[in-house]
């Protein structure tokens, strides 16, 4: 998928948003952050809008989940995203990434990721990471 013109200035301006936004289930959470940043970034499909404010607590976002069909976070991206990178590691900015650190999904940005957890966004080193999918 192709991304668009200015697409790191704009992966910053979504990052420096994020770090001021609070975090809501089903509407400013680690699914809903990562998917739309790939919708800006690319000018692709709005994938969020599947699960965007059908929930407001975890188990919730657990319940929409199995209803559209994925039984792990790991399902979702498949089903979305379609096969991962060979390894982690091979991310490039912008590409989405499955942490194991329960941040759950979030944005390469080099050797760290950055994501969306209840406590805000944060950050953490890409080697913590389990997937990566490009965008």
């Not at 420096?16 to 998917?35: N, S, V």
């Not at 990178?85 to 950055?114: K, Y």
Request: proline share 6%.
């Amino acid at each position: 998928m192709a991304r668009v013109e200015n697409w790191p200035q704009r992966l910053m301006t979504l990052i420096d948003m994020a770090r001021i936004r609070p975090f809501i289930w089903g509407l400013h959470d680690c699914p809903t952050f990562a998917f739309e940043t790939r919708m800006i970034l690319t000018g692709g499909e709005d994938i969020a809008a599947l699960w965007r404010g059908r929930y407001t607590t975890a188990l919730g976002g657990e319940r929409v989940m199995r209803r559209l069909g994925w039984s792990s976070l790991e399902d979702m991206g498949r089903a979305l995203l379609g096969e991962p990178r060979p390894a982690v590691l091979l991310a490039q900015r912008g590409d989405i990434v499955l942490a194991d650190t329960g941040l759950g999904f979030g944005i390469c940005i080099g050797s760290t990721a950055v994501g969306m957890a209840p406590e805000g966004l944060v950050v953490v080193p890409l080697t913590s990471c389990q997937l990566a999918w490009p965008i």
